[in-house]
């Protein structure tokens, strides 16, 4: 399938941004902790320079961490590294920032040295961050959009593909998971008919080492789906 071929992705973003009603405690952390957690949209521009602590050598990016056990098991074998997860659904968010706040530090609590969540939408922060400014991605299980006339809110996209390709610098790679027999057919199409990243077989049906666990890995075994790990890498110098 050819850029031309395929619609451009719609600036509104799709999916739920709530699911079941908020408790208490989920609120004072969406209230009152996330505003001292996340990446500010000023930060954008240098991102290294919105981390506290030690400097970072390297910043990672996660696009959609859902319950987010990945980006903080990633984060934390890797304190050199200065992590940003990024998810829009609120639930999610409470379930990683309820690992990292205290019950009663919701208005207190100081941001790890080297973690950062965005809240918005991942694209409008690609778009914001400069050049050659990431040393890796991750894109772990997406929601696959399955039906056909849906393809173009799918992030495997030709336009992302493109501004992650702006972001990361060469020899940097990009690793992405999915279960969802469309969707590994789809990630096969777009990578396929590019030519910024070079793009090797994945992995299959088990996860390479390095790797950490997701709730939605566990789900696609228990359910007998195989889910395949792909390692794109960063064309260039």
């Not at 505003?35 to 919105?50: E, I, K, T, V, Y």
């Not at 910024?196 to 789900?219: I, N």
């Amino acid at each position: 399938m050819s850029d031309t071929s395929l619609k451009s992705q719609p600036e509104r973003l799709y999916g739920r941004q709530r699911g079941h009603p908020l408790r208490a405690r989920q609120q004072r952390l969406l209230d009152e902790a996330l505003p001292r957690l996340r990446l500010n949209p000023d930060q954008a521009a240098n991102p290294q320079a919105a981390f506290t602590g030690a400097p970072v050598q390297g910043v990672w990016l996660e696009i959609g961490f859902g319950g987010g056990e990945h980006a903080l098991d990633q984060a934390q074998h890797n304190p050199d590294v200065g992590y940003i997860a990024s998810e829009v659904f609120e639930n999610g968010l409470c379930s990683l920032m309820s690992r990292i706040v205290p019950e009663g530090e919701e208005d207190t609590i100081t941001p790890p040295d080297h973690f950062r969540i965005w809240p918005d939408d991942a694209r409008q922060l690609l778009k914001s961050l400069p050049d050659g400014c990431l040393d890796r991605a991750y894109l772990m299980f997406p929601d696959p959009w399955p039906k056909a006339r849906h393809a173009k809110r799918r992030f495997i996209h030709p336009e992302n593909i493109r501004e992650l390709a702006r972001l990361l610098k060469p020899g940097a790679v990009w690793r992405v998971a999915s279960d969802h027999p469309v969707y590994q057919d789809w990630v096969f199409e777009i990578m396929g008919a590019q030519d910024l990243f070079d793009a090797p077989p994945p992995a299959k049906g088990e996860r390479p080492e390095d790797w950490s666990p997701t709730r939605y890995e566990a789900k696609a075994y228990r359910e007998g789906r195989v889910p395949f790990y792909w390692t794109f890498t960063r064309r260039g110098a």
